[in-house]
């Protein structure tokens, strides 16, 4: 007899918080209160507030605790469990009403969000397929396999314009289409897990979260396609994910639900799983191949494509995590159901990890189409300490910045492309007054210097050149003929690197030049980082005015670059000061600034 | 597994089992007293009458959840019934043996039992 469940957020975001020992505390003191039986504690993927994390829900209450720590277990046991008492101090603030509390719909985080691709997120326990099938888990392919022929099953993909969700936006069902009028024989199926982007984790998420889900996705799209064998390629620094997709597919072959002769239909359906070494490069779709097949990851130039000519040779679907989580919610629903989401050329909803300046870092999924404003300010609850937006960063190392004048477009893959941005795969950076973006164009190329793979020219020292020009600006070196260098390089990698990693490695660079101008040519032509980020144009003063004379700052400076007798205006050496901002935090008179 | 009607009928029975961890939803709300007053007057039982109960008609759109002191101690064990417009029924010095009843005639066809309720019993 279980009355009540108690969900203790599993996914890496509450994990590193400390999720795990929650969870084997609540073990403990429910058994000393003696409700061992009456309560049942269950480890979930991702709510999405990692923020607040560790999140724990209590139902049948839904009562929604955050930033629980280990001492806060027994609390919870002996008031809520034990007693029907809410802890309140511990509740979500924005879910306390006077006597009750409110749904976690109606607050500001979720009331925007529409949950597709991350339904059971957070909902069930991911390292029990029963739980999965409650939520109907598998009904998706026992329907298409009963019901369906494969070419109904593409054309329900094709007509609800899911597009795919790894970045490149490319139409799903005509990707199988064209896998499924290959002629028939040894055909695969990869789920491309190998998310490399700095700042991404949703398709971590749904693996941790519902690593079914993906499972189910790809023997449908085996049935779409005549494969009955896949791969899921994901990278080795996702543990949690590797060890829940180990699980679920233990389960599933158990069940009966991967194997020989699924659900007595005739069909089979396997999967195996390849871990990456987690090269961002590998993620792209021919260098994935490559990597599956035993070879070094670099890209396959294309045509041929994967779909007529993948791996080891064969037709051959490469999807991504996020793309694959809508499939089964496609079938069942059904494609007019899907397609009513979303804006004209984007169906759906697109899921975002948001992080950077911004309240609510976590996880959100949107329908296509809500605005960059909704997603900043209401759902992540707005910039942190009163400071002003300035950029958001869309598309990782392959996107661009958008400034403040654009956030009011509804996002979908053509905006964003549009305002020279791209969707990307979901990692969505807000920036503010503090960030210089001549230094986060050089931070992503740092990133893609250091990944690409070097097999073409264009990209492998046309990128390098890059970032030593804007190692020259940040430095304050630069002259005026070198940003044209620079944008003269951005166009000639974009059209002739052979993949997608330097085809769109210029793409930070270009969209800071063309909103952001003026930082650039305040670096180079008034040597100057307006926003104060940029060390080499630094430079540290201290007014006489203000003064004491107190010494306070000489004692913390690490290179005695501070002169001055007690009592009187002390001096900076600039010679020896390494601008580390020590002086700035000591000085109690705020007498020292740094321009 | 070997056919669509086992995994209808897995769904279907892990479907009771999860019923707690909806977000609103439910048709009822069966809400037991269970503060130290209820408890020692035996709550306990009761409590986990209605558990069963709702789980062996699987009622999946019924939530049986426990509250703190209701505030009339000397009435416990006090149910309280909550509909889907919000209307309350108060049943108390509830046992585990007029729970089926209860149940079955309340909950699930929607009469109260009106000799159990507080309006009968307060005079
Ligand atoms: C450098 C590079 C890295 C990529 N990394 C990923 C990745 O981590 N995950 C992913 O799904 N797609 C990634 N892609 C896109 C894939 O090549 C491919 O388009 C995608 O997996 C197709 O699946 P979809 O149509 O479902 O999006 C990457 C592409 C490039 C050029
Ligand atoms: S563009 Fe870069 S990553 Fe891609 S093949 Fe060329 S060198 Fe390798």
Redesign the interface.
């Known amino acids: 007899?279980?009355?009540?469940?108690i969900?203790v957020c599993g996914g890496t975001g509450c994990h590193s918080s400390g999720s795990d020992k929650l969870y084997t505390l609540f073990e403990s003191e429910l058994a000393a209160a003696g409700l061992g039986d009456?309560v049942k504690v269950i480890k979930t993927g991702c709510f999405g507030l990692c923020a607040l994390g560790p999140v724990v829900v209590v139902?049948?209450?839904?009562a929604f605790y955050s930033q629980v720590g280990a001492e806060d277990v027994k609390e919870i046991v002996t008031e809520h469990l034990?007693?029907?008492?809410l802890v309140k101090r511990l509740l979500y603030t924005e879910t306390v009403a006077e006597d009750t509390i409110l749904?976690?719909?109606s607050t500001d985080f979720y009331r925007k969000q529409k949950r597709v691709a991350l339904q059971n997120c957070g909902?069930?326990d991911p390292e029990d397929i029963?739980?999965y099938?409650?939520?109907?888990?598998?009904?998706a392919l026992?329907k298409v396999l009963?019901e369906m022929k494969p070419e109904d099953v593409v054309a329900e993909i094709l007509n609800s314009g899911l597009r795919g969700r790894g970045g490149g936006g490319f139409p799903t069902g005509t990707k199988w289409k064209f896998a499924a009028a290959q002629p028939a024989g040894e055909k695969y199926v990869c789920c491309n897990a190998d998310e490399g982007d700095p700042g991404a984790f949703m398709d971590r998420s749904v693996l941790e979260g519902d690593p079914h889900c993906i499972l189910e996705a790809m023997a449908i799209a085996g049935y779409a396609i005549g494969a009955s064998h896949g791969y899921i390629y994901v990278r080795a620094e996702y543990p949690i994910a590797v060890k829940r997709l180990r699980i679920a597919i233990a389960q599933a072959r158990e069940?009966?639900?991967l194997g020989g002769?699924i659900?007595?239909s005739g069909f089979d359906f396997d999967v195996d799983i390849r871990l990456g070494a987690g090269a961002f490069v590998c993620g792209e779709e021919t260098a994935l191949l490559n990597s599956i097949e035993g070879r070094r990851g670099d890209p396959r130039p294309r045509p041929p494509f994967p779909a007529v000519k993948g791996l080891f040779g064969k037709p051959t679907i490469i999807n991504n995590v996020e793309t694959l989580a809508n499939i089964p919610r496609i079938i069942l629903n059904g494609a007019d159901w899907f397609a009513a989401m979303g804006t004209e050329k984007s169906k759906g909803t697109k899921v975002f990890a948001l992080g950077g300046k911004i309240n609510h870092t976590g996880l959100v999924e949107i329908p296509m189409g809500t605005t960059l404003r909704e997603i900043i300010e209401e759902i992540g609850g707005g910039i942190p300490d009163g400071k002003k937006f300035k950029a958001v960063q869309t598309g990782g190392p392959s996107g661009g910045c958008i400034p403040a004048q654009h956030l009011d477009i509804p996002v979908d893959y053509d905006n964003l492309t549009a305002i020279g941005s791209i969707m990307g795969s979901g990692g969505m950076i807000v920036m503010d007054e503090d960030n210089c973006m001549v230094d986060i164009a050089k931070f992503f190329l740092e990133f893609t210097v250091d990944e690409s793979c070097g097999k073409c020219t264009p990209c492998r020292v046309g990128i390098r050149r890059m970032l030593e020009i804007l190692e020259k600006i940040t430095a304050g070196q630069a002259v005026p003929e070198d940003l044209d260098t620079l944008e003269g390089l951005c166009y000639f990698i974009k059209e002739n690197a052979l993949c997608g990693l330097g085809q769109t490695a210029p793409n930070p660079v270009l969209s800071t030049l063309r909103y952001f101008r003026d930082e650039y040519d305040a670096h180079v032509r008034e040597k100057r980082c307006p926003a104060g980020v940029c060390k080499k144009l630094l430079s540290y003063t201290i007014d006489p005015e203000k003064c004491r004379g107190c010494t306070l700052c000489a004692r913390n400076c690490p290179t005695n670059a501070i002169s001055g007798e007690l009592k009187k205006p002390h001096v900076i050496d600039t010679a020896k000061c390494i601008k580390c901002g020590a002086c700035i935090d000591s000085c109690k008179f705020a007498a020292i600034y740094r321009r | 597994m070997k056919s669509l009607a086992e995994l209808q009928a897995l769904r279907d029975e892990m479907k009771t089992k999860i019923g707690v961890r909806k977000d609103g939803g439910h048709r009822m709300r069966v809400v037991v007293g269970m503060a130290t007053c209820g408890i020692a007057a035996g709550a306990r039982p009761v409590f986990a009458a209605f558990i069963k109960e709702i789980e062996t008609r699987k009622l999946t759109d019924v939530v049986v959840a426990q509250t703190g002191c209701i505030g009339i101690c000397q009435f416990e064990p006090v149910v309280e019934i909550y509909g889907e417009g919000g209307e309350k029924t108060t049943y108390v010095y509830v046992t585990p043996e007029k729970v089926p009843r209860i149940v079955a005639q309340h909950v699930v066809n929607g009469t109260p039992v009106v000799e159990y309720t507080i309006g009968a019993n307060a005079k």
């Open positions: 007899m279980v009355r009540s469940h969900l009456e139902y049948p209450e839904g034990l007693k029907g008492r749904s976690l719909d909902v069930i029963n739980e099938v409650a939520y109907d888990g598998y009904m026992a009963t069940t009966g639900l002769n659900l007595g």
